[in-house]
């Protein structure tokens, strides 16, 4: 999931120290409209009780999750929407016990904790921030820690999980995942600035585990694993881009800048579409949301291949 290429987005030009002012209240102005978007279409409680013929509990949901293949012992990346699943007792409490309870202490459950606060404000989009404020959330936000750092975007499920006794967070300030299980310490561990999102990520250590992708009532656009695919591949109009974030580095706060690769999310619909396709893969059921299982080296594997066939421009 990527925070900073939404298809639409807000664009401010101050053109002259005259108009300053006045586009920075223009800018609040469209902030209030953004918001009130994002509320507007947001689901409320009553619409996904209104949704739900039944309400999921912890029984009903490990049921689903058998029913779609997960079992003890597996090695599981998870995005997910709380909404999608219906009404639940408990929860993403339920949700998450539910999953444990499946995959057993045997077993490993990730998911992805991204801080898109924690990044260069010039890079903002959704909203984006005055150019004058950008030094100062340079020199006072702070600093990167795994145990405090909000998530953003990236739902109640996963706020509640990165929370969870016994649940490693790595320590990558901006795309960190947290892990919980047998092989929650390999995966987290040594999430270097310049691995990102690829080799030696924990995406890539849940490739070596030969895991598998859980995508509950949320689409490719979300799966974070094409991503390890993104770094492998080589494909035209490849480009790493700089990154910084605020970090705590011997007791001392400092704002550090690193060279990642330039991420996408445009064609990962295609993508799954395609990959879906050619392996007759039908979508299974939690609750009343659609849920894909899908084993996240086969998926990785096919996606070298095609950003390499398929992404022909910059």
Partial sequence: MCIFKEKQSINLVFLSKKQKLLSQKFFLFLIILTTMGIEHHKKSEWDVVKSTQHPNTITSLKQDFESLGIMSGQILIMHSSLS?????????????KALMETLTSK???????????????????????????WNIIRNEMPPYHPEITPTRGMGVIVDIFRKWPNVIRSHHPTSSFAAWGKYAEFITENHELITDL???????????????????????ENNSSLHLAEYRSDYQGKHYKLNSSALQIDSERKWIEWKELNLMTDDFEQLGADFESKTNYNPGKVGIADVRLLSQREMVDFAVKWFKENRKTV
Avoid: C, Q
């Fill in 84 to 96: 999608a699943i219906g009404w639940t007792v408990g929860g993403p409490v339920a949700v998450i």
């Fill in 107 to 133: 077993g490993t459950l990730v998911m992805p904790t991204f801080s898109g606060d924690n990044t260069d404000p010039s890079n903002w989009e959704n909203p984006p921030v005055p150019e004058s404020w």
């Fill in 198 to 220: 690829g080799e030696d990520s924990p995406l890539a250590r849940i490739y070596e585990l030969n895991g598998k992708i859980l995508l509950v009532g949320v689409s490719h």
